[in-house]
Nanobody, 125 residues
Framework: QVMLVESGGGLVQAGGSLKLSCAAS????????MGWFRQAPGKEREFVAA????????YYADSVKGRFTISRDNAKNMVYLQMNSLKSEDTAAYYC??????????????????WGQGTQVTVSS
């Protein structure tokens, strides 16, 4: 069993930056993929970024590529999402998630086995 707790959300002006953190408790195996997803009011939850726990390969949604950076600290069981050049359309609840299996479709929400409670990011224009 893995528990995930996000932090770092808040209110920021457009063009600003925020760094989200995800603390994972429990054993994170080498096959795990860690992801960030977001959900805006009235919209479906969508993929933002993912990172392979072993090797650190990263993946991004086109909408955040070049602005967001996902990283992890294996020793601390932490995953981060650095968000720069924020836009009003980035406003959403952001969720950390863990997939126990190494899959090619890292962007597929139902693949993820564990979810955090979410942290709100609001970007004012």
């Amino acid at each position: 069993q893995v528990m995930l707790v996000e932090s770092g959300g808040g209110l920021v002006q457009a063009g600003g930056s925020l760094k989200l953190s995800c603390a994972a408790s429990g054993r994170i195996g080498s096959s795990y993929t860690m992801g960030w997803f977001r959900q805006a009011p009235g919209k479906e939850r969508e993929f933002v970024a993912a990172i392979r726990w072993s090797g650190g390969t990263t993946y991004y949604a086109d909408s955040v590529k070049g602005r967001f950076t996902i990283s992890r600290d294996n020793a601390k069981n932490m995953v981060y999402l650095q968000m720069n050049s924020l836009k009003s359309e980035d406003t959403a609840a952001y969720y950390c998630a863990a997939d126990r299996s190494y899959r090619s479709n890292y962007y597929y929400t139902p693949n993820y086995d564990y979810w955090g409670q979410g942290t709100q990011v609001t970007v004012s224009s």
